[in-house]
């Protein structure tokens, strides 16, 4: 079935390091792709999200491409800040019923 | 503000009691979604309603129960409380079931403690 796996946490790094999180995932078909972020005490937002592949989502600094020769969409970020620290999940969606597979999270630490 | 509304925040109660959890979507989005978010399972998708109607089932209880009303909003119940049951209940909507994925836009979350 539809599978989505990322990179263990947690990941601590220094103000304006540049961050990767890894998400591989295996699905039919043609799924959509997205990044959410959970701040602490707070509920997901959407980070950002692609719909096909070689798609570029991007929003607040961050960017993952759809690469389907690699079934990956990697969460990137050039110099990342402490307000960044927070739990970052990958989603796939396909399927009939449109609903959403999770990875487990990764939690990201920025130190000043 | 994801326009996702949550009721209560807080929840405190005993083993083997009923709770409802309250949800009212954005405006507008006809498709709700119930996770539980727990420090060892981490997110789990439970159940989704479309316009009233039951679409998909994820791990949900049993003991657990939802709705979703003529207005929209939705209603998780979940009865005969155990200790593990103590997570983060979060509501989600979407406009509607289309041809592609839309994202889902997230409540704020209601913490149930079972003592």
């Known amino acids: 079935g539809d599978s989505v796996t990322q990179m263990e946490g947690p990941v601590t790094l220094s103000e304006e390091a540049f961050l990767t999180i890894n998400c591989t995932y295996t699905?039919?078909?043609?799924?959509?792709l997205f990044w959410y972020v959970q701040y602490p005490g707070e509920g997901l937002q959407l980070l950002l999200k692609?719909?096909?592949a070689d798609d570029k989502g991007s929003n607040k600094g961050f960017e993952a491409t759809y690469r389907k020769e690699t079934t990956s969409f990697h969460l990137e970020k050039g110099s990342v800040q402490v307000s960044d620290s927070a739990v970052y999940f990958c989603a796939l969606g396909a399927g009939n019923n449109r609903k959403l597979i999770w990875g487990l999270g990764t939690s990201l630490a920025v130190n000043p | 503000d994801s326009g996702v509304t949550q009721t209560p925040k807080h929840l405190i109660t005993a083993t083997g009691q009923r709770v409802t959890l309250r949800c009212s979507p954005r405006?507008?989005?006809?498709?709700v979604y119930w996770y539980q978010q727990s420090l060892d399972q981490g997110l789990q998708f439970l159940i989704q309603?479309?316009?009233?109607?039951?679409?998909a089932k994820g791990n949900i209880l049993e003991r657990f129960s939802a709705q979703q009303f003529p207005d929209l909003h939705s209603e998780l119940n979940l009865s005969s409380l155990e200790l593990g049951d103590s997570a983060l209940y979060f509501c989600?909507?979407?406009?509607?079931?289309?041809?592609?994925?839309?994202?889902?836009?997230f409540g704020p979350g209601t913490r149930l403690t079972v003592l």
């Open positions: 692609a719909t096909k």
């Open positions: 989600a909507s979407s406009v509607a079931l289309g041809l592609a994925v839309e994202p889902q836009y």
């Open positions: 309603y479309y316009n009233g109607e039951e679409r």
């Open positions: 699905a039919t078909g043609y799924p959509s």
């Open positions: 405006s507008g989005d006809l498709s």
